[in-house]
């Protein structure tokens, strides 16, 4: 059996050893180091990832608050629609104009008055001219009057606002070198607008393309041959899609986009869509995260739907003519591509990529 002793000096020396790494702190500061930064990356990446989720619930937060104010334009726009639609019968126009128009007229009655008593025909034809004049305007008035009941949802933004508050009485009439100018209330801020100005904001619904596509879609449906693409990409361009800014503009922002009762937004944005087209913009080199404006990396291919949607996008930067000009191409690829796809036709080693149907249920 081992035998141990109380060797004094082995214990005292075991004693001192234990002492020393006890207080060693010098031991124990790399651990201690590398311990904190690693914490300290930790705080750091939580702090990051948090401060990733707080921009993305802002991003979210601000599209819900921009889709609230642009439905709040529209039900404003839409409630005042139906009053135009009640209300234009021909008769005499609305209070303000009508009450401007009065004031016109019995300035002119006067001068009448004047001219067949001295028999001035000079005065008598000013009057006449001044007559016809006022007629005009009273006639574009109400044409104007009219068509508002059949803008497009194009329309939207400060340009809605305007209109909206135009019809709604909203205003005061001036003249000024035989022109009416009407100064228009939105919320306080005052903006001064011709009627020719206002007819330029009224894009009309547009109420063709979707037929137009519809023709050439059964057209290329029943041709025995298929042309080539690239014949088939400048039909669709040239003889389908609208050949103005406003008309392309009024054709993607209203339901009638293929030939289903949708905008070209709501079909681009469906999950089956959106996979398809992100997949097929990548094939062609297009960098979807030149379109994220926001640089918020939210969605960028929901900031490319609405860069060829609508020109008034910041990525155009004012710029309608270049909007055209590429939304239009884009949108003929778009709009071929559609009809390949729902009529299963597919090109020699052509990769397939699934699209949404553009056509409604049973009306193939």
Do not use: C
Request: net charge neutral; hydrophobic share 30%.
């Amino acid at each position: 059996m081992a035998k141990y002793t109380s060797d004094t000096n082995l214990i005292r020396g075991a004693a001192t050893a234990y002492k020393n790494y006890d207080n060693a702190a010098g031991m124990y500061s790399g651990l201690d180091k590398v311990t904190q930064a690693g914490v300290g990356i930790m705080k750091q990446g939580i702090k990051l990832r948090e401060e990733e989720r707080i921009r993305a619930e802002q991003a979210q937060e601000a599209i819900k608050k921009e889709e609230a104010k642009k439905a709040k334009s529209r039900k404003e726009y839409n409630t005042l629609k139906e009053k135009v639609l009640e209300k234009f019968d021909g008769s005499p126009v609305t209070t303000v104009y009508q009450d401007h128009i009065r004031k016109e007229l019995e300035l002119l009655r006067l001068d009448q008055i004047k001219a067949n008593k001295t028999n001035d025909q000079d005065l008598m034809s000013s009057v006449k001219g001044k007559f016809s004049n006022i007629s005009q305007r009273v006639t574009g008035y109400k044409e104007s009057r009219a068509n508002l009941a059949g803008i497009s949802k194009a329309v939207s933004g400060e340009e809605l606002e305007i209109l909206t508050a135009w019809g709604n009485e909203k205003k005061t009439v001036e003249k000024k070198d035989g022109e009416d100018y009407f100064v228009i209330d939105v919320g306080g801020n005052k903006f001064r607008k011709t009627q020719e100005q206002l007819n330029d904001m009224m894009t009309p619904k547009d109420v063709v393309t979707q037929g137009k596509f519809s023709k050439i879609f059964k057209q290329y449906d029943k041709a025995t041959k298929k042309p080539n693409d690239a014949s088939f990409l400048l039909d669709i361009q040239q003889t389908v899609l609208p050949q103005t800014p406003d008309g392309l503009h009024a054709y993607l922002s209203d339901p009638v986009f293929g030939m289903k009762k949708t905008t070209f937004s709501q079909q681009m944005l469906t999950p089956k869509n959106k996979e398809g087209f992100t997949k097929y913009l990548k094939s062609k080199g297009v960098e979807l995260s030149d379109y994220d404006t926001n640089n918020d990396a939210t969605d960028d291919y929901r900031e490319f739907v609405d860069a060829i949607a609508n020109p008034g996008n910041k990525h155009w930067k004012g710029d309608k003519e270049a909007w055209f000009e590429k939304s239009s191409g884009i949108t003929a690829e778009i709009l071929a591509n559609l009809t390949k796809n729902t009529l299963g036709i597919k090109e020699e080693g052509e990769e397939t990529i699934n699209f949404a149907n553009i056509i409604i249920e049973g009306e193939e």
